[in-house]
């Protein structure tokens, strides 16, 4: 099989993903974290980093009446939104760039559960996360909006 059949595939298999995601949210009348995003960013300024790797956390950036903005959520559709160290790196990549472009950083959580298989990983990860939260606190806007998930 081809490089170009097999990426074709993987957008295919995306896709899909993604409508099972948002008929799973929308049966328990939820949005998908990627639908969260676009609801609250400009009209089709939304560019998604690392797709491939989504479970869990959806995360890129766009902008808000023009302004740009990177931007996180938790994706509560696959493991009931347990956060993994993975999706903590992917988080501190969003802020590194934030920090790069000089834009604020948004954050949409919708629960505080970790992936307990992670265990000492996620310990550090999460201070990880923390300690780049603190060190750029004061350097770029942070903004959390916060969903119980009940």
Known sequence: MSNKRKIEDMINNLTLEELGNREIAHGKSKETAKEKIE???DEKS??????????GIVSGYGTINCRPV?????????DNGAITSQN?????????????VGCPVISIIENAKIFIEDNLDIMQAIGKLVEKQVAVSGVIPQVAILFDSV
Do not use: G, R, T, Y
Request: charged fraction near 25%; aromatic fraction near 8%; proline fraction near 3%.
């Open 39 to 41: 609801s609250l960013l």
């Open 46 to 55: 939304f560019v998604e980093i690392e797709p491939l790797h989504n479970k």
């Open 70 to 78: 990177c931007i996180w959520a938790q994706d509560v559709i696959n």
């Open 88 to 100: 903590i790196q992917k988080v501190i990549k969003v802020f590194d760039m934030a920090v790069k």
